[in-house]
């Protein structure tokens, strides 16, 4: 594994699949903290690589396991609370050492660093499916500035959620409600049938290019969008930039798309590879009535 730092490489450590490093193949800065998935070295309690700090748990990677349960235990009966990664860690990562940080609810998505501005003022009647999401730029250099304007024409023009450049998530718009953010349709994707994701960034027109996305809008925007694509059963392949189903500024959502793309990939197959763990963990009916039977 390598990290870089603005200064250079910090870090060069081989692994074994569950974190544990590798004897002779190991080399870092004295300051570098971060080992594993990313995950702080925790050195001065079990020695070198041997146990690592998350915001929730402490892992041991000589076991593969987490020192203490799974703070959303509940969702998963079918594992054990201190099992890492489904005991795939090929396929999945868990830095945090609980789950995805968006979940949606009703509709409106929830986590650290959501702002939830739905209000009367942009709304629009429900849609009868979601079957698209769609990335947009907001050709501005704040969400504030989006958020005015939409508001300012009470949804003339809207979208879902706006991506500022810290990362912060505004929702304006109910996921399971219209708004109006394609424009003029190319084909069927339209206001009626897809969700709308702006990401905070502006237009040189000189150059004609636009503004790269922040480390914070690659991520959070990666995470928000693979939460919706979940929730709402949909595919990577139903995911379009914005140029590509309206008459919009070439290379609009194309430059979202391309900064995000590894990364939401990423996490869509993690995501695929848990619910199918899970399913497998999961008796069906039939098979509890066989293990019940007399």
Not at 194 to 207: F, M
């Amino acid at each position: 594994m390598k990290k870089l730092s603005s200064a250079g490489l910090s870090i060069v450590e081989g692994y074994d699949p569950f974190g544990m490093i590798l004897a002779g193949r190991t080399w870092t800065v004295d300051d570098y903290r971060f080992g594993f998935n990313s995950m702080e070295s925790n050195d001065e309690i079990q020695g070198e690589g041997n146990s690592y700090t998350t915001t929730w748990r402490q892992y041991d990677p000589r076991l593969g396991r987490w020192l203490s349960p799974d703070p959303v235990m509940s969702k998963y009966p079918g594992w054990s609370p201190y099992v890492f990664a489904f005991d795939n860690p090929i396929l999945i990562i868990d830095p945090e050492g609980d789950e995805p940080p968006y979940t949606i609810e009703n509709g409106v998505l929830q986590g650290e660093g959501v702002v939830n501005d739905i209000t009367a003022v942009t709304a629009r009647p429900a849609m009868k499916t979601v079957t698209a999401v769609v990335l947009h730029r907001t050709v501005s250099t704040t969400a504030q500035s989006a958020i005015n304007t939409t508001k300012g024409n009470k949804g003339t023009t809207g979208f879902h959620i706006v991506v500022d450049k810290n990362g912060t998530i505004t929702q304006l718009n109910n996921f399971e409600n219209r708004a109006n953010h394609v424009g003029k349709p190319k084909g069927g994707v339209n206001n009626y049938n897809s969700i709308g994701i702006e990401v905070v960034g502006d237009y040189d027109e000189e150059t004609g290019t636009w503004e790269p996305l922040t480390e914070e809008q690659i991520e959070n925007t990666a995470q928000a969008l693979n939460t919706i694509l979940q929730e709402y059963d949909l595919t990577l392949e139903d995911v379009y930039p914005h140029e590509e189903v309206s008459w919009k500024t070439e290379g609009e959502g194309q430059v979202v798309e391309d900064a995000i793309w590894t990364r939401v990939t990423e996490l869509y197959n993690q995501s695929l590879e848990a619910k199918r763990l899970e399913e497998e963990e999961t008796p069906s009916p039939s098979q509890g009535d066989d293990l019940h039977a007399d």
